[in-house]
Nanobody, 127 residues
Framework: EVQLQRLGGGLVQAGGSLRLSCAAS????????IGWFRQAPGKEREGVSC????????NYADSVKGRFTLSRDNAKNTAYLQIDSLRPEDTAVYYC????????????????????WGQGTQVTVSS
């Protein structure tokens, strides 16, 4: 059974940091790109970041560039989203997702490209 278990999240003050984890099981993690998405109340789901299957390439949405860092440990089947300098507008439910890609392919953070999704985790940033 494919599972993406998210860990982390919670309530934090503006300017603070959080680390979200996405622990995978049931598939060959190192053959999959990982993406992170978020959905704020009343808004559509937004792609924020992705990492290639080997971890060598990452992409970030402009809204999070310089503050979010995505990494992965294929030996632990886990991806990590480090979020620094949190802002109230980062408040959202955050999701990780996975899609199988070829070794040389770049990653994308387009939701429709992903076929495995974890349950969301709430991040709330107070001002």
């Amino acid at each position: 059974e494919v599972q993406l278990q998210r860990l982390g999240g919670g309530l934090v003050q503006a300017g603070g940091s959080l680390r979200l984890s996405c622990a995978a099981s049931g598939f060959a993690f190192n053959e999959y790109s990982i993406g992170w998405f978020r959905q704020a109340p009343g808004k559509e789901r937004e792609g924020v970041s992705c990492i290639s299957r080997g971890g060598g390439r990452t992409n970030y949405a402009d809204s999070v560039k310089g503050r979010f860092t995505l990494s992965r440990d294929n030996a632990k089947n886990t991806a990590y989203l480090q979020i620094d300098s949190l802002r109230p507008e980062d408040t959202a439910v955050y999701y990780c997702a996975a899609v199988r890609i070829i070794l040389s392919a770049p990653c994308t953070y387009t939701a429709g490209d992903y076929n495995y999704w974890g349950q969301g985790t709430q991040v709330t940033v107070s001002s």
